[in-house]
DNA sequence: GCAAGGGTATGAATCGTTTCACAACGAGGT
DNA sequence: ACCTCGTTGTGAAACGATTCATACCCTTGC
């Protein structure tokens, strides 16, 4: 059933050793051997086994990419990012979901650690870091994605999210708004955090500006829609004049509640709006949606060169850390016709 | 570096075999042995390598799902469903994504049969079956998810889109719909042909209803609006009152054209609108959308039955189709409030 | 006292590939 | 003739887990 190197050396009257230096040095065995080779292959319908391979070599030629959500486009994205420059250098990416569940997390890093793959990218579910240390320790290089400075330990990549709700806020204080609103939530999801204190320093800077804070439970379209509601309120009475929300499922809800709740609130000539992440819904909502945008796919490739380095780093040497700048995306949203 | 059985059994003072029978036959080994094993195990963080037991077995332990976009809902859903059954089966599922590049599916095929992965579960870009028939040949499984019946060679479990397009049409006939659009394509896309052949279908039924067709070059949002404009006509002056969408992406573009372009158009007053795939977008659309859902979870579930029925199947016995029943879910879109 | 049999443990063979020290061979130089 | 080199190919060892025929020990029954 399974055709081996043996079989195709007997076929084409080589040794073993010959068959596998046709496969990984072809430059070493003379062309008319490589021919007969290479159609014995063909002929017998060969193909490598993996599992010996990487027994050989003590470690497989695939890297893990463990995400919190394969829904979120944010980490499709990512993993495009890093397919692409893994391919570069011959490693397969598996892609693994642990749904925010810390349970699914660790059983996904012990199948990793027995394929003894050549690395994880992990967006972890905040708190174990425990289990990383180990896979290291163990000789696994961890680079964790989305989520950084505050792990000095592990090499990281990720993007500035203070600057990217500064961004925001600064571009709202610019088209005149004085009063801010910032929803998002819950605070212990540390983007979000740090999302509100950049739109917060950015009203600091502003002597009239103020800005509160709308906490939410999730980030979802449906507590946008709430948020939204509440919002009309102080939009018509307390006279908030824009909104910048932590992400654009919030900024999408807030807008549809309201352009269509009962007595619609105009956007962007009664309140502009600024939504977080650029997904493709941002752009086609009905009031487009200004957004602040993250360079997904190359977080993604990024990974793979921390890791790659990881690899190879001496003790001596600190993991390193890449943060990206955010981009704002300016729409209709926050872009006052009148 | 690397902790190998061989040292656990010296620590333990027992030999290989016996710290392989703790793994896997525990009850065959004196559970005072075992806790001694176990106990070498975890002192020297010992984590058996897969390579050397799939070398062994032949075979992995994980299976592939190769979907044709990651970014979709769909197919992350049936994703959830494989895992889930799977793991029940001590399973583990590759995901990955051929972005409907058949050259993408071809590299990942080749990673996979050189992996020996258990089987293959695959919405296949369309054309090559050849290579998929090799994989057969060479011992692997193969399962085709979400296109069926055109393949009766390979094992595959889908959606009846016929059944779909017909529950669609006659839902909204059964409202009072007679002049029906279709809104779809390219048609060449087995799914939307076998939704508008439904859809016509339904419409045949009734002797003074018709139906004609809007194609659309792809399934997106854009579309959709730009296809909306189009209808504003067809509604206005030639008395459209019913469309089929042969998704929710471009139902809801539909949507949003109709009620925010010049002169709007009430839904479902004006026109009764129906989508397809039941994505979460379209229950919280600004009036949410009617749409046929297809049990995605399910699919992924059956999918890896009809896998492992696969692997045992004597080639006297014709490989199994599942076709599952969508099911209609009515929301404000389709439902007159006059 | 001995054979039979059940419960435990052993260790060598095996899976398919890669690697590496070495052999075979011919060409060129002296 | 002899030595040296470079090119090309060889084949056995190694990777780490599993399996299986075998051995050992202890009861049990006669």
Redesign the interface.
């Known amino acids: 059933?399974?055709v081996s190197v043996r079989e195709v050396a007997a076929r084409a009257g080589v040794s073993v050793g010959t068959v596998s230096n046709v496969l990984n040095r072809p430059e070493q065995v003379k062309p008319e051997t490589v021919a007969r080779v290479r159609a014995a292959i063909d002929a017998l319908?060969y193909?490598?086994?993996?599992?010996?391979r990487?027994?050989r070599a003590?470690r497989?030629q695939s890297l893990a990419l463990l995400v919190l959500d394969?829904?979120n486009?944010f980490f499709?994205d990512v993993?495009?990012g890093a397919?692409k420059r893994a391919a570069e250098e011959g490693l397969?990416v598996?892609?693994?979901?642990s749904d925010e569940s810390a349970e699914r997390e660790a059983g996904h890093l012990?199948?990793f650690?027995?394929?003894?793959v050549s690395g994880v990218l992990i967006s972890p579910v905040d708190g174990d870091y425990g289990r990383l240390e180990?896979l290291r320790?163990?000789?696994i290089p961890v680079v964790l994605v989305d989520r950084g400075a505050d792990q000095a330990r592990f090499a990281s990549v990720s993007v500035d999210d203070v600057e990217g709700g500064r961004l925001a806020a600064r571009h709202l204080l610019e088209r005149g708004c004085r009063r801010l609103a910032f929803v998002g939530g819950p605070l212990r999801i540390g983007q979000v955090a740090d999302r509100f204190q950049g739109a917060s320093a950015a009203v600091a800077e502003h002597g009239s500006a103020t800005i509160q804070l709308l906490g939410t439970d999730e980030m979802s379209?449906?507590e946008g829609?709430r948020v939204g509601e509440a919002l009309r309120p102080l939009i018509r009475e307390t006279g908030v004049d824009g909104i910048v929300a932590a992400n654009d499922l919030l900024a999408i809800?807030v807008e549809?509640a309201l352009l269509?709740g009962p007595d619609p609130i105009r956007v962007p000539d009664e309140v502009a709006l600024v939504g977080y992440d650029d997904i493709?819904?941002a752009a086609?909502a009905?009031v487009p949606i200004s957004s602040v945008r993250q360079p997904r796919e190359l977080i993604g490739a990024t990974a793979v060169e921390l890791l790659l380095a990881e690899a190879s780093r001496p003790d001596t040497e600190a993991p390193r850390h890449v943060v990206y700048a955010p981009e704002l995306v300016v729409r209709d949203s926050s872009t006052r016709s009148a």
Do not use: C, Y
């Open positions: 059933m399974a319908g193909v490598p086994n993996d599992a010996a990487q027994l003590g497989s394969v829904g486009p499709t993993a495009r397919e397969t598996l892609l693994a979901n012990d199948v650690e027995r394929q003894r180990e320790r163990h000789g379209l449906d829609r809800g549809r269509f493709s819904f086609s009905v």
